[in-house]
T-cell receptor, first 115, second 111 residues
Framework: GAVVSQHPSRVICKSGTSVKIECRSL??????MFWYRQFPKQSLMLMAT?????????EQGVEKDKFLINHASLTLSTLTVTSAHPEDSSFYIC???????????FGPGTRLTVT | DAKTTQPPSMDCAEGRAANLPCNHS???????VYWYRQIHSQGPQYIIH???NNETNEMASLIITEDRKSSTLILPHATLRDTAVYYC????????????FGGGTRVLVKP
């Protein structure tokens, strides 16, 4: 199947700083990418839908000015957590629409810890 | 998208078939049934999807009832590596539409 990578896999940052997470589709072009967040022992929650070349669509309750999403190319989307706080510590996962119109592939996730 | 109901957890024996049920009684005609699984601390992995016919691939089989109000994911020969949370999701149309994850079923495969 198609491969989606994320970088970094783990990141620790200090409160008040910003951190960028990259999501790449390695062997296919992804016109649509999705960003999820998962807290311990909870399910994945969709944060936003990102379409290449246009502004992301955020889910209700997700602050677009805090979670900046850029989808500048067909193989790369980035999520920047601005002015991070300890409550932003979570597992962030991206996914991309695959070569088949009915498949969606997920990255391995990025564990963010804000101290 | 229609909501799904899954048992929160289940155990199964290594080497035996694992049958994972999912209820989606409010599914509409244009909604597909998708199954994903998430092994601890990893991203979800696509397993299989279907509309109304039963489907089989190298990972699993998907059995959808005739009224489409429920389905069963079958792992034919469970291994320890199949221990994961399994999510049943119904979604309109193609992959461009978002996936909404529920609680899933935590499956523990025991030796």
């Amino acid at each position: 199947g198609a491969v989606v990578s994320q970088h970094p896999s783990r990141v620790i940052c200090k409160s008040g700083t910003s951190v960028k997470i990259e999501c790449r589709s390695l062997d296919f072009q992804a016109t649509t990418m999705f960003w999820y967040r998962q807290f311990p022992k909870q399910s994945l929650m969709l944060m936003a839908t990102s379409n290449e070349g246009s502004k992301a669509t955020y889910e209700q309750g997700v602050e677009k000015d805090k979670f900046l999403i850029n989808h500048a190319s067909l193989t790369l989307s980035t999520l920047t957590v601005t002015s991070a706080h300890p409550e932003d510590s979570s597992f962030y996962i991206c996914s991309a629409r695959g070569v088949s119109a009915y498949e969606q592939y997920f990255g391995p996730g990025t564990r963010l810890t804000v101290t | 998208d229609a909501k799904t109901t899954q048992p929160p957890s289940m155990d199964c024996a290594e080497g035996r078939a694992a049958n994972l049920p999912c209820n989606h009684s409010t599914i509409s005609g244009n909604e597909y049934v998708y199954w994903y699984r998430q092994i601890h601390s990893q991203g979800p992995q696509y397993i299989i999807h279907g509309l109304k016919n039963n489907e089989t691939n190298e990972m699993a089989s998907l059995i959808i009832t005739e009224d489409r109000k429920s389905s069963t994911l079958i792992l034919p020969h469970a291994t320890l590596r199949d221990t994961a949370v399994y999510y049943c999701i119904v979604r309109v149309g193609a992959a461009g539409n978002k996936l909404t994850f529920g609680g899933g079923t935590r499956v523990l495969v025991k030796p």
